[in-house]
């Protein structure tokens, strides 16, 4: 079975902060992809990150970077200097080759709120 | 830019009534996909259309239609709109089917309330 726990429902931080969002994923399948989306208070989901499950390379993007660890099956993300617009919910998602369609696996989320 | 619309963003109905929920998307994807989010539950699939009239069911099909007539509108349909059906709908659509490459672009939902 596939699935994706992000155990942090809800965290706050103030302003410049440092944050890390975690998100552990299982899957037999040896080829997957995992992603990060956000949902700020408008509701659009919008898709910031893809990894698939060959690269284990970190990646930055600005204050933006994720940490992919196949051996603890982690894909966790965190922003530094956080900033009162990153307050949203943040989802990972997992899908797989080895399904029949383009099934993605969504996490539960984890509001992330910056107090100014 | 890809863009996803959802027809509504909010929307009141009373029990009993059917519900049509419509979602168009402008950049020519093949998927089209209808979620339900929930609080503690994140998203849920209930429908997706790989193609014109083709229809798949998810994981929360029950209650439930769907019809995909032309390549850009994705419509969601309550037959008998209930009150555990209050939730927000996400509409999204990706480029290729079968590519677990693909990410998914969101419309901004609608949230539903049942009476």
């Known amino acids: 079975a596939q699935k994706v726990t992000q155990a942090q429902t809800e965290i706050s931080v103030v302003e410049k902060e440092d944050v890390t969002l975690d998100c552990v994923y299982e899957t037999r399948d040896t080829t997957y992809y995992l992603f990060w989306y956000k949902q700020p208070p408008s509701g659009e989901l919008v898709f910031l990150i893809r990894r698939n499950s060959f690269d284990e390379q970190n990646e930055i993007s600005g204050r933006y970077s994720w940490n992919f660890q196949k051996s603890t099956s982690s894909f966790n993300f965190t922003i530094t200097a956080s900033q009162v617009v990153d307050s949203a919910v943040y989802f990972c998602?997992?899908?797989?080759?080895?399904?029949?369609?383009?099934?993605?696996?969504f996490g539960p989320g984890t509001s992330l709120s910056v107090i100014p | 830019d890809v863009k996803v619309t959802q027809s509504s963003r909010y929307l009141v109905k009373r029990t009993g009534e059917k519900v049509f929920l419509e979602c168009v998307q402008d950049m020519d994807h093949e998927n089209m996909f209808w979620y339900r989010q929930d609080p503690g539950l994140g998203l849920r699939l209930i429908y997706f259309?790989?193609?014109?009239?083709?229809?798949e069911k998810g994981d929360i099909p029950e209650g439930y239609s769907v019809s995909r007539e032309k390549k850009e509108r994705f419509s969601l349909i309550l037959e008998s709109a209930s009150t555990n059906q209050t939730s927000m709908y996400l509409c999204?659509?990706?480029?290729?089917?079968?590519?677990?490459?693909?990410?998914?672009?969101f419309g901004p939902g609608t949230r539903l309330t049942v009476l």
């Open positions: 998602a997992l899908s797989a080759l080895g399904t029949s369609y383009d099934k993605v696996i």
């Open positions: 999204a659509s990706s480029l290729y089917r079968a590519s677990s490459y693909n990410e998914q672009f």
């Open positions: 259309s790989y193609d014109v009239k083709m229809k």
